[in-house]
Nanobody, 127 residues
Framework: QVQLVESGGGLVQAGGSLRLSCAAS????????AGWFRQAPGKERECVAA????????YYADSVKGRFTISRDNAKNTVYLQMNSLKPEDTAVYYC????????????????????WGQGTQVTVSS
């Protein structure tokens, strides 16, 4: 069983930055791929970024490419999402998720592909 705790959300003006953190329990986090998702009111949950278990490969949704960076520190059992040049349309609840990986180069972008989820953290970008 893996437990995830997100932190770092808040209110920021358009053009600003936030860094989200996701701390995972357990001693085998380096065996798990991870992703960041977001869900705005009335919309489906979508993957904004994903990362392989080693951190060697990443995925970004087109809407955040060039502005968001996903990274991980397996020694700290933590995944990060650095968000720059934030826009009002980035406003959502952000969730981190993880699952045991099938291999070094696997990342996952589907909601149903993940087994463990954090509680979510609100990000609000004002115009």
């Amino acid at each position: 069983q893996v437990q995830l705790v997100e932190s770092g959300g808040g209110l920021v003006q358009a053009g600003g930055s936030l860094r989200l953190s996701c701390a995972a329990s357990g001693r085998t986090f380096s065996s798990y791929a991870a992703g960041w998702f977001r869900q705005a009111p009335g919309k489906e949950r979508e993957c904004v970024a994903a990362i392989t278990r080693s951190g060697g490969s990443t995925y970004y949704a087109d809407s955040v490419k060039g502005r968001f960076t996903i990274s991980r520190d397996n020694a700290k059992n933590t995944v990060y999402l650095q968000m720059n040049s934030l826009k009002p349309e980035d406003t959502a609840v952000y969730y981190c998720a993880t699952r045991r990986s099938d291999g070094d180069w696997y990342y996952y972008t589907g909601v149903r592909q993940y087994d463990y989820w954090g509680q979510g953290t609100q990000v609000t970008v004002s115009s």
